[in-house]
């Protein structure tokens, strides 16, 4: 079964910036699945902030990542990252990357089959 790996978290002042990575673990390819970032703060819902289609030519943005967050993904290294820049504290969360074999993505946790165990981000001075 698909399995999946975050990295890259960690403190970050605010204004700062940061690089998740999502990667396969046990040798699966991930270009064949549409992959997405989501996060999770304390007492909160799951919330989608962007995606990516396998081949890499679709994206979808929520307006919270609209402008601060970009994702990209190099599927000859299999992996898919989260540029996060200007970080504020409300970006503190745990942060998770989700596979689904669709073409188009969607930022619908719902859609997504395989998940990550997450990777703290908190924005703090």
């Known amino acids: 079964q698909l399995q999946l790996v975050e990295s890259g978290g960690g403190l970050v002042q605010p204004g700062g910036f940061l690089r998740l990575s999502c990667t396969a673990a046990s040798g699966f390819n991930l270009d064949g699945y549409s992959i997405g970032w989501f996060r999770q703060a304390p007492g909160k819902e799951r919330e989608g902030l962007v995606c990516i289609n396998g081949p890499g030519r679709s994206t979808d943005y929520a307006d919270s990542a609209l402008g601060r967050f970009t994702i990209s993904r190099d599927n000859a290294k299999n992996t898919v990252y989260l540029q996060m820049s200007t970080l504020r504290p409300e970006d503190t969360a745990i942060y998770y990357c989700?596979?689904?074999?669709?073409?188009?993505?969607?930022?619908?946790?719902?859609?997504?089959?395989?998940w990550g165990q997450g990777t703290q981000v908190t924005v703090s001075s």
């Open positions: 989700g596979a689904e074999s669709s073409y188009y993505c969607s930022i619908n946790a719902g859609r997504y089959k395989y």
